[in-house]
């Protein structure tokens, strides 16, 4: 109980097959309590289908392991019991009242008092005055902030948010993630799934999965070193025709545009070298070698991992 | 639970009750929103109320069982007074409505069978002369009692009206005639149908058959209603085990089928005078189990069906050899055995038989334990198949 105490996730090969397809393909990964796992990936890459199995909603075809101590085969009520599940759409129910869907929820978890928590719980989320709205007649943000609380109501020790800020304001989303990081520090270990590399940032750990298969896993620094990519940032007039001519040159991996400035990398850091010399020389644009963003390390990852089969 | 021990410190939980309050509650969860969903649900929760009225009005009123002016044509060649005074006096008691004046016996026929007349009144062609002279002529009235319901009354009509149909017409010397017997016999043809069945009880059976259809489609949608919303997933995601979802759907519906039969029996008994004879507690206990039974059996229908038109269709499977089968529409015993052993398979079958007897007989629970088993039996079954259907993943 000792050993698995600190590690809230837990799984080992863990492999999805939908007809022919594999959808997760020998998928590892260990979340420490407390962290933040951000959960990365190109769309129909396997996350959702992941996180499904860690939750007890999916058997695995194989692989084993487990959600806070308990077998993610063979112990799915009780991870039902302690994981709180967001959903990737909003799938409270909308001819219900906020504070209907919470008393709900509270049943449903067996609380004590569920009134109680339901109260408690539209005081923590801000929404005490629109406590009788339905919650079918929410913006976006507060589905999402009333899905959130929903979750946490019945004090759960692992949440798992699929793209939980998918058609949120920046605002709202900003929010959304101070109280994620306020949860993981009173215990609670988050694995998130998201396309905001903003929000992959504020994550204490990452895990990018693409095609089924998990391309990366670690730290931000970790990701970043392991790719081993070399990159320059290039300013000046006419970025775009020379992006187009640089994506078609041998040992360009990567051209990406970020806002004002092009970012460049290849794995042969000598045939960058070389391009970058040839280029600066031209006197066109100005090349500035720099440390790769985790953004260029994804659409690194994604570029060679390879349209979806 | 270990969790709590291995994982100290997490965010506050809040204390949960012991193993079986929160199975309870968890059922009483399911319940909680079901109602309310209902409660909210406009069109739905007008249809409780609506569909038994409106079915019982057009059932109650459109299936008259003792009807009037029946189509009927007269087939004679006696033109006299007597003959006349005959057909005047069989209109006269409303039943029949003197369409069409027959050419001859396949004429006649002929208007029968494309179902243009009812009955043909045969008036033999020497009629009044058999009469006067005292022969006892016969008169024929030939019944389609294809549909005995409606021919019954009509006929025992035109059997008092020939009584009195010739009282003024035989005087002077003719009322020598007017004994006690009539002068003439009447003889019935009760075509197609001899044994003329009578017996129909169309609003007792008419309960059966309104809750079996309400009750069928609001479960029937239940399960998948969840699915196509998207509410499902999370469902799934949290503790409640299928058949606490079950139950605590099945259950507010359980409050809806009384409303219903309370509604129809008000209705029943002061629109068409149909009392209980039997015992009121006896009849709502077997029809509030016979409302589960029917529940589940939609319930079932909803762990099956992919989406909402594949349970309604599911449903509608189920209701028509309900109606066709189980002695609504036709006499039970009338039916060949085969369709009798289908129809000892559909609970309408066994509560049309508890309702009747109830209401008519007043037949008391030892008389009706085999049918009531029987639909214990039913509910039984169909929710085990739905909790063992109930898909708890989404594999």
């Not at chain 1, 009333?146 to 004090?155: D, W």
């Not at chain 1, 970025?239 to 187009?244: F, G, P, Q, V, Y």
């Not at chain 1, 001519?245 to 042969?268: M, Q, S, T, Y």
């Not at chain 2, 606490?244 to 209705?267: C, D, F, H, R």
Request: with cysteine; net charge neutral; charged share 20%.
């Amino acid at each position: 109980m000792s050993v698995e105490s600190d590690i809230a996730i837990d799984v080992r090969g863990l492999t999805k097959s939908f007809g022919a397809k594999k959808v997760v393909d020998n998928f590892t990964l260990q979340v420490a309590r407390g962290n933040i796992q951000g959960f990365l990936g190109p769309n129909g890459s396997g996350k959702t289908t992941t996180i499904r199995m860690l939750c007890g909603l999916l058997t695995p075809d194989s692989g084993e392991g487990k959600c806070l101590g308990y077998d993610i085969r063979r112990q799915q009520e009780e991870i039902k019991r302690y994981v709180g599940y967001m959903t990737q759409g909003f799938s409270l129910y909308r001819d219900l009242t906020i504070r209907e869907n919470l008393e709900f929820v509270a049943r449903v978890y067996g609380l004590e008092a569920p009134e109680d928590a339901a109260q408690g719980a539209l005081e923590r989320l801000g929404l005490v005055a629109r406590a009788d709205q339905l919650a079918g007649e929410l913006s976006g943000g507060w589905k999402q902030r009333l899905s959130l609380g929903a979750c946490i109501l019945p004090g759960p020790s692992l949440l798992l948010l699929d793209e939980p800020t998918a058609g949120v304001d920046p605002k709202a989303r900003r929010d959304f993630w101070d109280e994620i990081h306020h949860l993981a520090t009173q215990g609670l270990t988050v694995l998130v799934s998201t396309h905001y590399m903003d929000e992959a940032e504020r994550c204490h750990q990452i895990a990018y999965i693409a095609n089924g298969r998990l391309l990366a896993s670690g730290t931000i620094p970790e990701i970043i070193a392991g790719a081993h990519l070399s990159t320059w940032v290039v300013t000046g007039e006419g970025l775009d025709a020379l992006s187009s001519e640089l994506k078609h040159l041998p040992g360009v991996d990567i051209v990406a545009r970020f806002g004002a400035a092009l970012h460049v990398g290849g794995h042969d850091e000598a045939a960058m070298e070389r391009i970058a010399r040839r280029y600066s020389a031209e006197g066109v644009h100005r090349w500035k070698r720099d440390e790769p963003s985790l953004e260029d390390v994804f659409i690194d990852l994604m570029t060679r991992a390879g349209p979806d089969q | 639970m270990s969790v709590e021990q291995s994982l100290p410190n997490s965010v506050p939980r809040p204390a949960r009750r012991g193993a079986l309050a929160q199975s309870w509650q968890r059922v009483l969860a399911m319940f909680v929103k079901e109602f309310i969903q209902l409660r909210r649900d406009r069109p739905t929760f007008a249809m409780i109320v609506g569909i038994p009225l409106i079915q019982l009005m057009l059932f109650g009123y459109a299936i008259n069982t003792d009807p009037k002016h029946l189509p009927t044509a007269v087939l004679t060649s006696d033109d006299s007074p007597i003959a006349r005074a005959m057909i005047g006096a069989l209109r006269a008691t409303d039943y029949f409505n003197i369409k069409y004046v027959a050419r001859g016996e396949t004429d006649a026929d002929k208007l029968i069978l494309s179902n243009k007349a009812q009955f043909v009144i045969q008036i033999p062609p020497d009629f009044s002369r058999q009469l006067v002279r005292g022969e006892k002529p016969g008169l024929l009235l030939i019944a389609d009692a294809s549909d005995p319901v409606a021919t019954s009354g009509a006929i025992a009509a035109a059997l008092g009206a020939a009584d009195q149909a010739l009282d003024r017409e035989l005087i002077g010397p003719l009322a020598s005639l007017k004994q006690n017997a009539p002068p003439f016999e009447i003889r019935i043809h009760r075509r197609y149908n001899p044994a003329g069945e009578t017996r129909r009880n169309i609003v007792p059976g008419l309960i059966g058959t309104i809750l079996t259809m309400t009750m069928l489609i609001y479960t029937a949608l239940s399960v998948t209603r969840e699915i196509e919303r998207g509410t499902m997933e999370a469902l799934l995601a949290m503790p409640v085990r299928p058949v606490e979802i079950m139950l605590g759907k099945i259950a507010p519906y359980v409050v809806v089928g009384a409303v219903q039969m309370s509604t129809i029996l008000i209705v029943a008994s002061l629109l068409f005078q149909v009392p209980v004879v039997g015992s009121l507690f006896l009849l709502t206990l077997l029809t509030l189990l016979f409302i589960v039974a029917n529940l589940s059996v939609g319930y079932t229908f909803s762990t099956v069906a992919v989406n909402q038109l594949q349970a309604m269709q599911m449903t509608f499977f189920f209701f028509l050899p309900s109606m066709l089968l189980s002695g609504f529409l036709f006499p039970f015993y009338g039916m060949p055995t085969w369709a009798q052993y289908l129809g000892e398979i559909m609970p309408l079958t066994h509560y049309l038989r508890i309702v009747r007897s109830v209401m008519l007989k007043g037949s008391n629970f030892g008389n009706l334990a085999v049918d009531a088993g029987a639909l214990a039996a039913f509910t039984l079954v169909a929710m085990s198949v739905a909790v063992m259907r109930f898909r708890q993943t989404l594999d």
